[in-house]
Each structure stands twice: as structure tokens, then as C-alpha cells.
């Protein structure tokens, strides 16, 4: 019911910063809490933040906290994360996710997915 397409990944030093786009179609983005995961060659999905419906409740990985900052425009229906700081090790597929459940802290929960976009970051 939603599409997501995602935008922003390039090539940065470390230390610079990136913004990530992850536009939705439809009407009923206002509907989706959303979430922002990511996943290294060889390596497992991994959780790096979310926000609920309205924006009010937001969660961060340990390893990202302080340095990315997820937001959302209803408006626009387009979810967002600011990558600050970045490192080496952040150098991954960003991928974002949609989920109509109440509950968003766990990758089971999340419906949509959107293809992603790369993110590298060398030293």
C-alpha cells in the first residue's frame, strides 16, 4: 500500500555528513510509524533509528546516537536522516521501512521497505 524510495547516499570522508530522503507514495503516510535500518556486505540487517506517526516518540541505536537524527514531514510524506560525524564503520545500504503498527522498535514489525541507498564513508 506504500512505496518508499530512497535518496542521498554518496561517498564521504569521515568526519562529513550526509542527508538521506526516503519519500513515500500514497495517502496514508501520516498512518506509518518509520524506521531507518542498514546492512553491511556479509552482515545482518541492523536497526539505526525510528520515529512514530506524529514525530513525538524517536529511537536511536546506541552507535548512531549523538551523531544522526532522524525527522519526518507528514506533509511531504517524506521521512529523513541526518548523518553527522560519519565513520568508516557507518559505510552500509540505508535502507528506510514503514510499519501501520503501533509498535516500531523491532525489524519484524516494519511492512514496506524501500530498495535503499549506499552510503560510504572512508578514512
Known amino acids: 500500500q506504500v512505496q518508499l524510495v530512497e535518496s542521498g547516499g554518496g561517498w564521504v570522508q569521515a568526519g562529513g555528513s550526509l542527508r538521506l530522503s526516503c519519500a513515500a507514495s500514497g495517502r496514508t503516510f501520516s498512518s506509518y510509524a518509520m524506521g531507518w535500518f542498514r546492512q553491511a556486505p556479509g552482515k545482518e540487517r541492523e536497526f539505526v533509528a525510528a520515529i512514530s506517526r506524529s514525530g513525538s516518540t524517536i529511537y536511536y541505536a546506541d552507535s548512531v546516537k549523538g551523531r544522526f537524527t532522524i525527522s519526518r514531514d507528514n506533509s511531504k510524506n517524506t521521512v529523513y536522516l541526518q548523518l553527522n560525524s560519519l565513520k568508516p564503520e557507518d559505510t552500509a545500504t540505508y535502507r528506510c521501512?514503514?510499519?501501520?503498527?503501533?509498535?516500531?522498535?523491532?525489524?519484524?514489525?516494519?511492512?514496506?521497505w524501500g530498495q535503499g541507498t549506499q552510503v560510504t564513508v572512508s578514512s
Open positions: 521501512a514503514a510499519t501501520a503498527s503501533v509498535r516500531f522498535g523491532l525489524i519484524s514489525q516494519y511492512d514496506y
